[in-house]
């Protein structure tokens, strides 16, 4: 199926980051060469392990690839492959870094990383790592939840370092048919869209964009900022219209 330009035209992206705790978390705007995908990249760098070195280094492999060199026919197996062979170039550009930076290309230094895009007619989302995706659709009754965590007894066990990738990523790709528009979210740890409080927050914020009373970055401007500052916070949100808002 070729990519819906159309739509395309109408996405909106929007992103906010609060990197006021360690200052390891680190978000990207992508779209392909061909104008045929859009999306966000955000990733959080694991503590105590050169965090800020790897996640803005895989921020950096991803912009730049997509930038200079993706395109898109709108085959997802195709795009797979694409967000492999990314993710696996990047612990190499992570060693060159970590040479640059501390002059040892084999210190720690470890990020997940999660990845959300459309091309008019899927939404795809791609990941490695904890934090959450989440899909709303229609009127913001109901979500689904694309991501399940890499950690086990509360130890991060997907990654991407400059050692290599600790396991193997995630894509999932789902066809955009809601009539309203569709809502991709991406979120760090730092944002624990689990909490009560903070998900009812976000919740009222994004019901005032489709309400048409704020704008997409508006909403996670306050949004983030209403945050316990716990941890570094990042939130990705990728808006796809829907049919009726293309008439």
């Not at 104008?35 to 730049?64: E, M, P, W, Y």
């Not at 809502?183 to 903070?198: E, I, K, Q, R, S």
């Not at 209403?226 to 941890?231: A, G, Q, T, V």
């Amino acid at each position: 199926m070729d990519p819906n330009t159309t739509v395309l035209e109408k996405v909106e992206l929007a992103w906010a980051i609060r990197n006021d705790v360690h200052g390891e978390d680190a978000i990207g705007v992508l779209q392909s060469f061909d104008g045929n995908l859009k999306g966000i990249i955000i990733c959080d760098g694991v503590s105590k392990a050169n965090g800020r070195i790897a996640s803005s280094t895989t921020v950096h492999v991803f912009q730049n690839a997509f930038m200079y060199a993706i395109s898109h026919d709108g085959d997802p197996s195709q795009l797979e492959e694409t967000l492999d062979e990314l993710i696996y170039s990047a612990p190499q550009n992570i060693q060159k870094e970590l040479e640059i930076e501390l002059n040892d290309p084999k210190a720690p230094a470890a990020t997940t990383a999660l990845v959300g895009l459309t091309d008019g007619n899927y939404l795809y989302a791609y990941y490695i790592g904890d934090g959450a995706i989440l899909h709303y659709s229609g009127d913001l009754l109901s979500y689904a939840t694309y991501l399940v965590n890499y950690n086990r007894g509360g130890k991060l066990e997907g990654y991407v370092s400059g050692q290599g990738v600790s396991a193997l990523p995630t894509f999932l790709s789902v066809r955009q048919v809601f009539s309203d528009g569709s809502y991709l979210v991406l979120a760090t740890d730092g944002v624990d869209l689990l909490n009560p409080t903070n998900y009812t927050t976000f919740w009222n914020y994004l019901n005032k964009h489709v309400q048409k009373s704020m704008s997409l970055q508006e909403v996670l401007d306050n949004f983030i900022q209403e945050i316990p500052k716990i941890d570094d916070a990042s939130i990705g949100v990728i808006y796809v219209p829907g049919a009726s808002f293309l008439q």
